[in-house]
């Protein structure tokens, strides 16, 4: 037989769990040992969503209890929200499907998460459970599993609110410290420390092992009063006054039990209903006490907190009159203060009186001279008026005049782009000896008809510079400065030379003049200039020079075997049109990698070439010519004959040129490069001087190349080639031997080159941009190809082609 009785006393605090505080004894039948030992054994840590906390808390209970079994308990709060494609709504309102779907996902995630932890026990060596109860409340959850599962040792990760070491509580801790039952011991734990124990005050008790019994909610027994008992016995054991007693306390008392509970207390035999009614009233007693400590305790609370009030009153009450005091001084210290104020100001009164009279006179002296003043300011105003207006109508004529500018400027490089096109066609037909002589008087006389250098002014340049500032500079030599700015639309390059390398205005507007007659495709463009500030104007090539781009200082990919032998080609290509120029040979005399100049595609451009020397068959023999044309370029590029000589010609020139051969082969410096080339002819090792940065020369490029080097930079200037349009061809077809077809759909049908900006028309093909429009603007309205009249006129951009394109120019 099993008799509910209740735990011993429990503190005050905990009363509220006194409802609950019984536990299921043995009868004297049963010897053997209650179930619950076994779990008063385990402890049992209330983990949440955080794994960075519980690892903390499970290392800490893994280093307290040693060798015992964990039990992980966790309760599941499911989400009151629910998102949906109209947003996060209740899940009252939202479909039951997604609703559905959702808390699969929670328990789906809520379990990934205790996996987290049961692997953390494991790799602890640490036998552990899980235990997952779903509740509203986080708290309330804790709490019922404490009670479902008899749990007698808890570990939670929180700070009670009773804890005075720590100023900000937790509400989880809180509710647990408040309503976890008394026979539950619970240890609180922050940031991986010990904080608070709330130890039990009474055992668990059960009906099963490790159950707590079930409370009923609704169909509880009300015992207002133990019916059960015999009212004999109860008079016998216990005095009539204590029978009223105590049955006046079981008429106010209420205690729900489950269904198991109140069967046990029914089927209770009448042998034990004498201890059945002393246990009563001791509880009534017990229960009685505590409420009047209870209240004790409130009034004293109430009497300290009113003897407190009154402490803080006083305290006020004296704060209040020291800042009377303090107010009684300062008014006595004001009122003398005052005294004399009104002194003061009744001497400053009769001051003010004789000044105020003194200014009435002065006032009307000034209001005649201000009634003058407005009339001449009214008068001015019209004179600004009207000044304004001519001003803004001559800002309108200014902004027009600029913009008329503008569009002849850009007329005047269209049309020297199209020159440049012409005579870049010309000189390579010449080059093969395949066009006419009419064909290239038309293509001379188109050229003569070319307008003039542009002319700037100080001024303009400032402007383009912002006066010449050093943010803007882009080099610096022993001619001069050169500047980067912003002319008329446009980047160029501005020299500026020191007056005191040029001789005079006459020999600067010939020097200038010549530039302007030489174009080629691979001599750098003249675009004006600058006779006040002795400055010239050169289209701005955004690649720097070849010594940066071939050194690698700007951090840019290494030049390839086939562009660095196109760029010879080129370089051969422009010193061939200038040694000849008619009717006076042009010799640059300072060529070198820093004067060769790369465009975007990598082409090269010979600049500085102008200011050197114009020569004839009878300077050649003249003492000024070779004391007023020594250049002024690096050592090791000059021609050693000149050296000695000091006499320049069209070879110092070709032994510039070798030594830009072999750099560009090579890959090294100048110094004493010719010597060493030459070895590695000789021990036939030529491949081991060859720069591997280019990639894998062919050997037929690389022979020929190493044999024009060496012949270019022999000592003796008879034994040097010439540049003739035959060794350029060579050089060209050299270069162009070794490279791969281009494919035919690469090439824009109007230009025959490859196209850059690939656009489609109606009729289906694929054209340039730039060419299928002017088609288009000069009033066709028929295919190219075809010469059918177009559907329409739009152009569809060809990305797929331009991709293809820029890959194959990447691989090349």
Known sequence: MELLKPLHPPHPHHAPFLRHA???VPSSSQSHSHPMEQCLGKVHVAVGKSLDKA???????FDQFRNTEIILVHAYQPSLMIPTLLGKLP?????????SAFRREEREQTMKLLNKYLSICRAAKVKASVIVTQADQVQKGIVDSV???????LVIGAVPENCMKVKRNSGKANYTAKNAPPFCEVWFIYKGKHIWTREASATPCSSSPCAQPEIASTASLRCRSFQYLQPSSARTT???????????????TEVNFSSKSSSCISHCSPQNSAGGYLDTYLEVMEKRINNQLIETEREAEEATNGAFAELLKCKRLEAEVMEAI?????????????????EEVEDARRKTVQEQQKLLDESEEIASELKMTRRNIALLDSRAQEANRRQHEVADELSLIQASISTLWQERQKIRRQKMEALRWLERWRSRGQVGAAHCNGLIGFAEELPELAEFSLSDLQNATCNFSKIFKLGQGGYGCIYKGEMLGRTVAIKKFHQHNMQGPAEFHQEVQVLSSLQ?????????????????VYEYLPNGTLHDYLFRKSNNSPLTWNTRARMIAEIASALCFLHSSKPETIIHGDLKPETILLDSSLSCKICEFGFCRLVTEESLLRPSFRLSTEPKGAFTYTDPE?????????KSDIYSFGLIILQLLTGRTPVGLAILVRNAVSCGKISSILDSSAGEWPSAVATRLVELGLQCCQQNRRDRPELTPTLVRELEQLHASEERSVPAFFLCPILQEIMHDPQVAADGFTYEGDAIREWLENGHDSSPMTNLKLSHLFLIPNHALRLAIQDWLCKY
Do not use: Y
Not at 91 to 99: K, Y
Not at 238 to 252: D, L, N, R
Not at 521 to 533: D, V, W
């Open 326 to 342: 303090r107010k009684v001084n300062l008014f006595e210290s004001a009122l003398e203060r005052e005294v004399k104020l009104r």
């Open 22 to 24: 019984f536990q299921v």
């Open 642 to 650: 000149f050296q000695r000589t000091g006499i320049l010609t069209t």
């Open 91 to 99: 899940a009252s309102q939202a479909n039951p499907e997604v609703v």
């Open 147 to 153: 009670i479902r599962h008899n749990i007698g040792k």
């Open 55 to 61: 690892s903390t808390l499970l290392q800490w209970t």
């Open 238 to 252: 216990s005095g009539s006054g204590i029978s009223s007693c105590v049955q006046g306390e079981i008429v106010e």
């Open 520 to 536: 080629h495709p691979h001599l750098i463009t003249l675009l004006g200039f600058c006779p006040e500030a002795w400055s010239i």
